[in-house]
């Protein structure tokens, strides 16, 4: 099992003719990821050929062809696809969004960054309204390992098994999917760490406590804002699974913006420590450093047995 993204998710990849849709499509391929398509206007009708070598499909290295489409609605009605991946430049990010929704994809992961708020705020409106959830913007994506892997997660740093992820950092996914890649994950999503996302930690905590085959879940935040809170309130109330988590910014200066969070702590808003305590009031174990959840994460799993 898995949430969101499964080996039956066949994708499309709207900007994938780019230098980072090239790149990372053939990254997806290799994952095994059903890619069924690329989207450009100006380069519909046209075939892209990947080699593969490290396909999981059984292809070897022989060349993958690629259709391109003119546009969502056409690659979903000549595919079938139900997930798209944008790889477009931050410009053109709400129009791509929105001509995904309005075609009918199911999940739309938005890898861009840079995006203005007030674009973001208005695509993910949209898309609620049609239906479409949204992983990011500003987001490495999600990956169900050995089945399928939508954006530019690393396939080959952790197998499948039983820990579900959820993290606004994309760094630290790789860093906490390394640390326990001999366990193994069910779905690890990042939902980026704008201040406007269209899938929360809440969300996956949801998704990821009906999920038969996720024993314990990771949960990443970083300082500044209230999500963090938010999901603790929701792990007292809804969630029977353990929960380990990690807070980015531990050291961080107070009255500072720090990183791609965004985030001006100011007091006691916002900060790592109070996130802290108040997923540790909600029974979540949370580690002072990435090694140390892990290492929480083991032995919590130990007991369960």
């Not at 931050?90 to 994809?105: C, M, N």
């Amino acid at each position: 099992m898995a949430i969101h993204l499964t080996k039956e998710s066949r994708v499309l990849v709207q900007g994938m003719t780019g230098g980072e849709g090239m790149k990372h499509t053939r990254r997806m391929l290799a994952a095994g990821t059903n890619v069924v398509g690329g989207v450009n206007p100006r380069k519909a009708g046209r075939t892209v050929d990947f080699d593969v070598p490290q396909c999981h499909q059984g292809l070897g290295g022989t060349p993958m062809a690629v259709p391109v489409f003119g546009s969502v609605a056409e690659g979903i009605a000549r595919t079938g696809a139900d997930v798209s991946v944008l790889f477009v430049p931050p410009a053109f990010a709400k129009a791509a969004v929105v001509e995904a929704a309005d075609a009918g994809i199911g999940l739309a992961v938005v890898i861009t960054e840079g995006i203005p708020v007030h674009d973001s705020v208005a695509f993910l409106a949209h898309a609620k309204a049609r239906g479409t959830r949204v992983v990011g913007p500003n987001c490495p994506g999600l990956i169900t390992p050995g089945q399928s892997n939508a954006g530019i997660i690393p396939a080959d740093i952790a197998k499948p098994g039983r820990i579900g992820l959820v993290s606004k950092s994309g760094t630290l996914t790789y860093q906490l999917m390394y640390e326990l890649r001999d366990i193994g994950f069910s779905t690890c999503v990042g939902i980026g760490g704008d201040p406007v996302v269209g899938t929360t930690h809440i969300d996956c905590l949801a998704a990821f406590e009906d999920d038969p085959d996720t024993e314990l879940v990771v949960l990443i935040g970083e300082i500044g804002g209230d999500a963090e809170e938010r999901a603790a309130a929701y792990i007292r109330d809804h969630v029977t699974k353990p929960v380990v988590g990690y807070i980015a910014g531990f050291t961080a200066p107070e009255g500072r913006t720090m990183g791609h969070a965004g985030a001006i702590v100011s007091g006691s808003s916002g900060t790592a420590a109070a996130k802290r305590q108040a997923l540790e009031a909600a029974g979540v174990r949370v580690g002072s450093t990435p090694t140390e959840t892990a290492q929480l994460v083991l032995a919590r799993l130990e007991e369960q047995r």
